[in-house]
């Protein structure tokens, strides 16, 4: 299973910027998908996940109504739509696959997930 992210880079506070995430070697229409992040000196923390429908998400509450996430099931990608970015939103962004398939919970634990990807960093200046 590979995870590839890309889309991170330098923005200013305010600005804007779109993740995203392309999955192979696994069926990705039956799985959750997450974002979390990491930044330096702290302990990787949940973004938000997206259900293997596309039909429900949830987000972690420092990202609520900035954030968006989304998916293309026929694509096999993820996206994480990012407004109104804040220094503190600084971090390595990293997706990752629900381990298991067709499931209704809301995994927001780094645990619940077997595979990641590279991470893509996103930095935002004040």
């Known amino acids: 299973v590979q995870l590839q992210a890309s889309g991170g880079g330098s923005v200013q506070a305010g600005g804007s910027l779109r993740l995203s995430c392309a999955v192979s070697?696994?069926?990705?229409?039956?799985?959750?998908m997450g974002w979390f992040r990491q930044a330096p000196g702290k302990e990787r923390e949940f973004v938000a996940v997206?259900?293997?429908?596309?039909?429900?998400?949830w987000y972690g509450d420092y990202v609520k109504g900035r954030f968006t996430i989304s998916r293309d099931n026929a694509e096999n990608t993820v996206y994480l739509q990012m407004d109104s970015l804040k220094p503190e939103d600084t971090a390595v962004y990293y997706c990752?696959?629900?381990?298991?398939?067709?499931?209704?919970?809301?995994?927001?634990?780094?645990?619940?997930?077997?595979?990641w990807g590279q991470g893509t960093q996103v930095t935002v200046s004040s």
């Open positions: 997206i259900n293997w429908t596309g039909g429900a998400a």
């Open positions: 070697g696994r069926t990705f229409s039956k799985h959750a």
């Open positions: 990752a696959i629900y381990r298991i398939p067709r499931s209704t919970v809301r995994p927001s634990r780094v645990e619940s997930y077997d595979y």
